[in-house]
């Protein structure tokens, strides 16, 4: 028997807000935390609630997206039971102001709580450190973050108010030496101003921890300047992939000889490359089944037809030919060829976006 797979996070969310746990997963999984989040985590065939409790024990976290949307929501208030019930860490991600209502209140009245109000964003690295320090709740966290840096701040003062007694003392000295000889200059009292001395570290502290923040801020930047350069350079190449898909039944090329040019014999159906691959389709060819959908989609060698099209596409589709999900996953969203249906769309669209389509994993993201 096979050891139960292990969650650092458990996401618990309304479907109202999706794009934010989707936010979230991504960041958390980007910096190595093992999140389960119901649309990439189920099985497929697996019976939806067996797998949610399996997905919040086998979590030492659960992190919740608490706001007026999950009033509409029956499960998250399940797993939040179920959590609690199994002595599991409850971290709760506010993304609204909405007061704590009856039945909430009891799981999420807690210290551990992230207040994600106004950015989602600015809140992400306060979750990724709360849920690496296990030991502590999220405030106790921040808490210790603060008092390290005073304790910084406070040492540098002390250094420098050091640094000034021992000035004043040897300048005291040397006068107290000096005045054997010259009596003008023992009446000289040199005077340092500490607290001058102290602004001026404070400041160069708070001037190089802004620079430290600047430069955090910078390097997620770029990060997420060169993921979305990839992300868009693997779309570009799929697109280049599915056009050569595409263009191979029709790139035929014709050629005529002196014993052909004589006798004008019509080319039928039955001897022409298209109607070749669609005996190979109607025989159960799953390529050649997309093939054709393709050239009556774009009308190449044969009339445009979206209805066969669609027929053909949703054949090859249900054959287990990858790259006819995403078509068949369009033809629904648009209703092209088949009546319109969003939520068949969004099925296929996730047959996709599991077989490793980058396109459909974005529109899934923006659905």
């Known amino acids: 028997m096979s050891q139960e797979k292990k969650y650092d996070v458990f996401i618990s969310y309304s479907r109202k807000d999706e794009k934010v746990a989707y936010e979230i997963y991504d960041y958390l999984t980007t910096h190595g935390v093992n999140c389960w989040i119901d649309k990439y985590s189920?099985?497929?065939?697996?019976?939806?609630?067996?797998?949610?409790?399996?997905?919040?024990?086998?979590?030492?976290?659960?992190?919740?997206?608490?706001?007026?949307?999950?009033?509409?929501?029956?499960?998250?208030?399940?797993?939040?039971?179920?959590?609690?019930?199994?002595?599991?860490?409850?971290?709760?991600?506010?993304?609204?102001?909405?007061?704590?209502?009856?039945?909430?209140?009891?799981?999420?009245?807690?210290?551990?709580?992230?207040?994600?109000?106004?950015k989602v964003s600015d809140a992400l690295p306060l979750l990724l450190a709360a849920v690496k320090s296990q030991t502590c709740s999220v405030q106790q966290y921040a808490r210790a973050a603060v008092e390290k840096r005073r304790k910084k701040r406070r040492i540098a003062v002390i250094a420098s108010s050091l640094l000034g007694a021992t000035i004043l003392l040897a300048i005291g000295l040397y006068y107290s030496k000096s005045s054997d000889t010259t009596?003008?200059?023992?009446?000289?009292?040199?005077?340092?101003?500490?607290?001058?001395?102290?602004?001026?570290?404070?400041?160069?502290?708070?001037?190089?921890?802004?620079?430290?923040?600047?430069?955090?801020?910078?390097?997620?930047?770029?990060?997420?300047?060169?993921?979305?350069?990839?992300?868009?350079?693997?779309a570009r190449k799929a697109e280049q992939a599915r056009k050569a898909e595409a263009a191979k039944p029709m790139a035929t090329t014709t050629t005529t000889t002196a014993a052909t040019a004589a006798p004008k014999v019509a080319v039928t159906t039955q001897t022409s490359p298209l109607a070749q691959v669609k005996a190979k389709a109607d025989a159960g060819d799953?390529?050649?089944?997309?093939?054709?959908?393709?050239?009556?989609?774009?009308?190449?060698?044969?009339?445009?037809?979206?209805?066969?099209?669609?027929?053909?596409?949703k054949s090859a589709a249900e054959k287990g030919h990858t790259p006819a999900y995403i078509e068949v996953a369009k033809m629904y969203h648009g209703g092209r060829g088949v009546t319109k249906d969003r939520d068949v769309a969004e099925q296929w669209y996730q047959k996709a976006a599991d077989a490793g389509n980058a396109e459909a994993r974005r529109i899934l993201l923006n659905m």
């Open 42 to 118: 189920i099985e497929p065939g697996e019976a939806y609630a067996a797998a949610i409790e399996k997905g919040v024990l086998s979590a030492n976290n659960l992190v919740v997206l608490y706001s007026e949307n999950v009033l509409d929501s029956t499960n998250v208030l399940s797993e939040l039971e179920l959590a609690h019930n199994n002595h599991k860490r409850i971290i709760s991600f506010r993304l609204d102001d909405a007061p704590m209502r009856k039945g909430y209140a009891f799981y999420l009245s807690l210290p551990q709580w992230i207040n994600a109000i106004p």
């Open 183 to 234: 009596q003008s200059l023992s009446t000289v009292q040199p005077t340092i101003n500490l607290d001058s001395i102290n602004r001026a570290n404070q400041a160069e502290i708070e001037r190089l921890r802004q620079d430290s923040i600047a430069r955090a801020l910078q390097a997620e930047a770029d990060r997420l300047a060169q993921e979305r350069a990839r992300l868009e350079e693997q």
């Open 286 to 313: 799953a390529a050649a089944c997309y093939q054709v959908a393709l050239a009556y989609k774009n009308g190449e060698g044969v009339a445009k037809n979206l209805s066969t099209a669609f027929q053909y596409m």
